[in-house]
């Protein structure tokens, strides 16, 4: 299935500098094109797409291998269960996407580290609100629907930016039908 079926565009919001706290980079064994990456986020209402770093940004050399997902709390969508970004290990295999498409590539490591954060609000044209914490830095970018890949740290209100839309409620990252509230 191709990624243009699931992913959506969102509203950036609110642009919010949140303090210190653990973040998570995983670099995979192969290396990722510039529009490859991860679907992350604050909660099962939604994510938001963090590309690879696949690019030269301010003070950082590229790294096609890597996606800093952000804060080690937040869900991985995988098209078969969430996770925390803080369960997945080395030696696993996660699903990448990009307008082209998606594969499966393996995990080489995770790397944990205490980075500054920023939360990234945004409401789908439905109003619903989904948010990702990603590292504070030049090096994370997004995918905004007319700029391209756009770092976090140039990310604007109003900017619409790479999204999926879910529904909420998830036990041990299976989808499970209950009353559920996040936020």
């Known amino acids: 299935m191709e990624e243009s079926a699931k992913t959506t565009y969102v509203e950036v919001v609110e642009i919010k500098q949140v303090g210190e706290g653990m973040r998570v980079c995983v670099d995979f064994i192969d290396s990722l094109q510039e529009e490859e990456g991860l679907y992350i986020g604050n909660t099962g209402h939604g994510y938001l797409k963090v590309l690879s770093e696949n690019r030269q940004s301010e003070g950082y050399p590229p790294r096609p291998f890597r996606i800093n997902c952000g804060g080690f709390h937040q869900y991985l969508y995988q098209e078969k269960a969430s996770q925390y970004l803080q369960e997945i290990k080395s030696g696993e ?3 990448v996407s990009s307008p082209q498409g998606s594969r499966s590539i393996s995990i ?4 944990i580290e205490r980075r500054p954060f ?9 109003g619903i609100i989904v948010s990702a914490t990603l590292q504070s830095s030049t090096s994370v970018y997004v995918q905004e629907e007319e700029k391209g890949a756009v770092s976090v740290l140039d990310l604007k209100k109003r900017d619409r930016i790479a999204g999926r839309m879910d529904k909420p409620g998830r036990h041990l990252g299976k989808k499970i039908d209950e009353f559920i509230e996040e936020r």
């Open 118 to 126: 920023i939360r990234v609000t945004c409401q789908s044209d439905e």
């Open 93 to 95: 295999s996660l699903t």
């Open 108 to 111: 080489g490591r995770v790397k």
